[in-house]
Each structure stands twice: as C-alpha cells, then as structure tokens.
C-alpha cells in the first residue's frame, strides 16, 4: 500500500504540537518528527488550565513549532500529502487557533485538510506506535474523558461505558491539588504514590462491582471527596494518601475494565487475538498500566500501551489519525468549524455535540 507523509497539528488543551508521520494503515508509521511544547510553567501558578492563557500561547508559538517540525523531518510542506488538525472536542479558544491555521497551510500550499477528533488521536496510537489491528478495546483515560469503547475503524466507535462525573486524570489533578503537590498532577501523585502505603487511608471505590452502566461507567467523584474530607482532618501523610487514591483508582479501572473484556469478547468473538489498547495521558502511569497489564493477560487479552510520550497529548497521534482517515479517502472541506464537544460514537452525536451528557 501507499505511504502517505502527513502534518499534524494539535492545540486542544496545553500542549502546542506539531509532527509529521509516513506510512499507511494499519501501521506501525514512522514518526519523522514530534514536537510538543508544553504550556504547564504558564498554567501552574493557577493549579489548572487558563483557557484565555491557552489560546494565546497557542497563537504565539504555533507557527515556529510547525516549521520546527517540518524542519526536524526534512520535509518541504509541497513534500506533505495532507494536513491534520484537530478539530475538537477541546478548548474552543485553542482548538479555533491550530484549526485555522491548518486551514490556512491547506490553502496556500493546496493540500487537504482533515479534521480530527482528539480522542480518535488517542485511540488510534497504538495503531501509530504498534500497528494493533481492528477491532480492539480502548481504555480512553486522559484529563478530560474516561471511557471504554470498542474500536472496529477509524471512524467507528462504539461506546461501552463512560465516566459519570470526573475523568480519571482530573480526579489525580484534584488529588495533587488537595494534597499540594505541584501540577499537572497525574505525574506528582504517582511519584508520592510509589513512596507511600497504599492501605494506610481506605478509600471508597464507587460503582465497585455495581451494574450501573452495564457495570463499565465510571465515578470519581465520592473518591474526591472520601480524599478532602481526610485532608481536612489534619495531618494527612501526602505520600500515604496519593498511594491510597492511586490504589483505588487502579481498583475501579480494573473492574470497570474487566467487565469491558467480557462485553468484547460477546460482540467480537471471532478475534483470533484480541487485544486492550490504554490510552490518553493516565496511560502514562506506570502503576495503572501494570494492574492492567495482568488483567489482560489473565483474561487471554493482548495489552498495548503506547510509551508515555504519545499517551499525553501530542501531535503525531492527530497526523497519525488524519493519515488513516485520508488513506480511506476522507478529507475535509474548508469550512469545517471547531466543536467542544465531539464523542466518538456516533450514536451519541445529535449532530451539535451539545445535546447529550458528554463525558468531559
Ligand atoms: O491526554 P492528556 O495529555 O490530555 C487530555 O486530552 O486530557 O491527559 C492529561 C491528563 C492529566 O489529567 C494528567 O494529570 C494525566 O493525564 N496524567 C497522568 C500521568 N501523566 C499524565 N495521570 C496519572 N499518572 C500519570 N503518570
Ligand atoms: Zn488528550
């Protein structure tokens, strides 16, 4: 099959990115250059991201990181065959910024563009990193979604379950917070974690073995609260406590996952070798990834996690996933707009992206 070279651009949340990426479905793809420039010195002092801060860094900088990355790839922009962005679902702000601007190298240099969705970037990685074939399972746990899905295309989705309240990694952003270490959070609680006791505060773990959601929905909320409550106290050992949140967290994305690999097995039972895919920024931990490592194999599962680099945002995950949707033959019009909202299955899309309970 053909190779195809494509330009990646991401700016959804605080990540300005930029990567060119050659090869063709099912990969692995070859990543020519990935450039992420972080904004968290910019956000830290706020404990969170400031979408007006965001955008705004996103405009200064986003032209010297896609010359960077067509430089580092020693690739001309005549020399790229189309140009990704993603599209959404993310800050509008920041989104609006990285869309325009791919339209506007679309435009010049006559190539097409495809429009993303973000989380079809996570989901796809592992097809970029490892060339993991359809149908797969995903566990999507990032900042702003948790959810598991059955993955059978580029394009097709279909969803098993999805966080009811907090995403997973906004549930470790707000444990970082009440436990004062520094953000993002995801990295510094499982660093305190893995110099702490996990049984030293018992934790709640809600919807623990319940059928809510055919028993793949998540909940962090009573988690968070279980924590304040015990911060508020008073001493409160901070290792102690991110390893008790760790473990508790770790314990509902096991089950949640393990009813997740039943529910695949009974829809997709000819799989010779079926495989769980773990993706988003909370792939990234260690801790999570091995608890999950031995559920798959238990269950006769392959497990694929792409290296932590391209579990956080990045871009070549977008011109990975620009490049599946343009070798089926997709590309988008110029005047696709930006959305906030945007879920993978489509049986959830009303079409606007806002008329449903979203997960983020
Ligand atoms: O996928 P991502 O980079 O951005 C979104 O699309 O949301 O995910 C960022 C999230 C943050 O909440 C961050 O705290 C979390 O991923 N994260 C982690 C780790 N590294 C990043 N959570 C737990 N452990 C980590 N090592
Ligand atoms: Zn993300």
């Known amino acids: 099959m053909d190779n195809f070279t494509v330009l990646g651009i991401e700016t959804s949340c605080d990540e300005t990115a930029a ?38 860094a996103h405009l200064e900088i986003l032209d010297g990181v896609i010359e960077s990355a067509l430089e580092q790839a020693k690739v001309a922009l005549g020399d790229i065959d ?9 800050l ?16 010049a240099a006559n190539k097409p563009l495809i429009a993303v969705n973000h989380l079809a970037g996570h989901a796809l990685t592992a097809r970029l990193t490892d060339g993991v074939a359809f149908p797969f399972l995903l566990l999507l746990v990032s900042g702003g979604h948790c959810q598991l899905l059955a993955v059978e295309g580029p394009e097709k989705f279909w969803l098993y379950g999805s966080t009811m309240d907090d995403a997973a990694g906004e549930a470790f952003d707000k444990t970082a917070k009440l436990l004062g270490l520094p953000y993002p959070g ?13 049984r030293r505060y018992p934790l709640p773990r809600p919807l623990l073995g319940r059928p809510q959601g055919s028993g ?18 008073g001493t409160v050992d901070v290792n102690d406590a ?36 773990v993706a988003g920024g909370v792939a990234a931990n260690f801790a999570i990834g091995s608890a999950l490592t031995v559920l798959a194999e238990s ?12 579990c956080t945002d990045n871009a070549a995950m977008i011109a990975w996933a620009g490049l599946e949707r ?25 079409g606007h992206g806002d008329q449903r309970q979203d997960t983020a």
Do not use: C
Request: charged fraction near 15%.
């Open 242 to 277: 991110a390893a008790s949140f760790q473990a508790a967290v770790i314990d509902i994305l096991r089950d949640r996952t393990g009813n997740a690999l039943s529910r695949f097995q009974q829809d997709f039972p000819d799989t010779a070798a079926p495989t769980l895919v």
């Open 186 to 198: 995801g990295p510094a609680v499982e660093e305190a974690a893995a110099h702490g006791n996990a």
């Open 92 to 107: 509008i702000g920041g989104v609006i910024v990285g869309l325009t601007t791919a339209k506007a190298l679309a435009l």
């Open 216 to 233: 793949m929905a998540f909940s962090f909320s009573g988690l968070k609260t279980a924590l304040r409550q015990l911060v508020q106290t």
């Open 19 to 56: 990567a060119v990426v050659r090869g063709s479905p099912p990969g692995p793809g070859e990543i020519l250059s990935n450039i992420v420039f972080s904004q968290n010195e910019a956000h830290a002092p706020y404990g969170g991201v400031v979408p007006e801060i965001a955008s705004r």
């Open 82 to 90: 189309a140009i990704a962005a993603t599209a959404g679902p993310g």
């Open 326 to 350: 343009f070798a089926a033959g997709v590309s988008d019009s110029i005047g696709i707009g930006p959305r906030a909202r945007w879920p993978l299955d489509p049986g959830l899309d009303g």
């Open 299 to 310: 269950r006769n599962f392959g497990i694929q996690i792409p290296p932590p680099n391209y």
